[in-house]
């Protein structure tokens, strides 16, 4: 299941009313403006898999947790997850190991996407002498700005195009809340940040993966209007005030 992509519903009430948010959404995973990397760059990368297939990107947060978004694992059962860590290819080389259990966030509104994060506990650590590597997260108290950021995964080169095997990289930037808001009429909440750049929008990845600005991680892959559209920049979870619930289930 790649990056959440959801179509606005035509609303025939007054225009100012806030677009509805449809679902079940379309699903779609396009990495545009991007480059393909090699997982030594970006360690903390997993590919989040159902009944061995690729389903969503994830971020190492611990010796046994991942971080990914809620609406990957929504209806899905520990028993059914496994992650693949280590490894410059989703479906092949690195580290396999089984989902112990899962942490929705009980926020999470599949509607609205808001709160879109869960944490899985691994059945086993990810070995010191492993390529995987935990990402540190932003702090619950850090500011917004004008800030730059990577996006990695294994989304589709082009719309309609096939998932590329090796992992792809695309640096996006910071869009004004207010304006990203205004995008979505009145959509954006307090548990999202909205990232785009021309060419390049939130839809490089996987739904799950991670979104960083330096060396720590402040969103998750999660929705948005289209693809690489001027008006609609990607949305992702925003970490910082989703770090109660991430820390309570480390």
């Known amino acids: 299941m790649f990056r959440l992509v959801l179509l606005l519903t035509v ?4 225009s100012a009313a806030r677009p509805q948010l449809r679902t079940p959404p379309r699903l779609d995973g396009k990495i545009v403006g991007g480059k393909p990397v090699k997982i030594e760059e970006y360690p903390y990368q997993v590919s989040l898999q159902r009944y061995g297939s690729h389903v969503c990107g994830g971020s190492i947060i611990g010796p046994n947790k991942v971080l990914t978004a809620a609406h990957c ?12 860590h ?7 080389e690195g580290v396999v190991i089984k ?10 509104n599949p509607s609205t996407i808001s709160d879109d994060v869960t944490v899985l506990t691994l059945a086993e650590p990810i070995k010191d002498s492993d390529i995987g590597k935990p990402i540190a997260m932003v702090e619950a108290n850090a500011a917004e700005g004008d800030r730059e950021a990577v996006c990695t995964g294994w989304g589709t080169l082009s719309a309609g ?15 004004d809340r207010k304006e990203c808001n205004a995008s979505y009429g009145g959509g954006i909440t307090d548990t999202m940040i909205c990232f785009g750049s021309p060419g390049k929008d939130s839809c490089q990845g996987d739904s799950g993966g991670p979104l960083v600005v330096g060396e720590k991680q402040v969103g998750i892959v999660s929705w948005g209007y289209g693809c690489a559209h001027p008006e609609y920049p990607g949305v992702y979870a925003h970490v910082a005030p989703l770090r109660t619930f991430i820390d309570q289930n480390l």
């Open 86 to 92: 280590s490894s410059t290819f989703r479906g092949s």
């Open 99 to 108: 989902v112990a259990s899962i942490a929705q966030n009980p926020a999470y």
């Open 11 to 14: 609303i025939t009430i007054a």
């Open 161 to 175: 195009g096939s998932s590329p095997r090796q992992l792809q990289a695309v640096d996006v930037k910071e869009v």
């Open 73 to 84: 694992t929504s209806g899905s059962s520990a028993s059914s997850l496994s992650i693949r």
